[in-house]
């Protein structure tokens, strides 16, 4: 037995040779492997093997949102040549998702048809939809899924940038929502922006909307702040009096700031406009504040996403209506 069998220990790795163990996959953000153990700790949920590459932990049914992307349906098996045959035979192309390297199977799977890593384009009319099976390799076992999560492979959400236009790299936020979690806008509707310096999201939510109300401490980029359907003030975007912004129906914000300073200007301003969409950074100093994001998700028409984009930190998205 190879020194890579002991990855997975004994027990579970016999069972999964024999196809006795019933398991999903995982896969984490890169370096936020250990807020997706937190998070299963906290839901309860049995891990079998964790790596900063993979978790294999028994099947649930609820969202994980620190996990990148989820397979279900997992199976796994030794290399033989029938189960070559079966993934040569699947309806779908599969796409192999490298984890721990090992180029004897690797070899004798390269004949496969698999799907390339490319990026995104970004066209929310053209979003991928194609069906495929996804596969990886642990110790000497192939892991397999024709269920995972992910839109694009792996979940991998890498884009073909725009290096020209935007001031910085946060419009792929944006990009991300718009492609991978079906953020739809009403080019009719109004936008208002806090935190919104130096303008990359509102690059894109000038594309989106007839008009965008963008507010911060700061200026915006000189070529943002000439795109005429944006209208910038400076000054605290805390101290913005919802009343005078009834006419919005988008509320979009990537500030910095405490989790709960955010939550508390969400409250207040669905106190005034209860029906109003909503697209919210939520950034952690350190740990993922768990707590909070419980309560997001207790505002009706919620959903928290991790998106690829972020980083120590996650995305509150509400949509009530286009």
Known sequence: MSAQKHLISTDYY?????QLLSFHVLIPFIHFSS?????????????????????????????IIWAQDHWKNCLSSEYTVDLYHQLKNFSTIGYYHPTFRHKHIENKLSKLKKIPQKRITFNPNKK??????????IDDLIIYSDQPSARYPAGWNEFEEDKIHPPNRAYLKLWEAIMIHDLKFDSKQIALEIGASPGGWS????????KVYTFDRAPLADKIEQIKNIKHSLGDAFKLNPLDYKDTSWFFSDLICTPEKIYEVIQEWLAISPDKNFMCTIKFKGDCDFEIIEKLLNIEHSKIVRLYQNKNEVTWIRQVKI
């Open 35 to 63: 807020e997706l153990e937190r998070e299963l700790t906290r839901k309860n949920v049995k891990v079998y093997f964790k790596s900063d590459k993979i978790f294999l932990i028994e099947p649930v049914s609820t969202q």
């Open 14 to 18: 016999h069972q999964l040779k024999k």
């Open 128 to 137: 991928f939809n194609f069906k495929y099976y996804i596969w990886t390799i």
């Open 203 to 210: 690059w894109v939510l000038s594309q989106c909307f007839d």
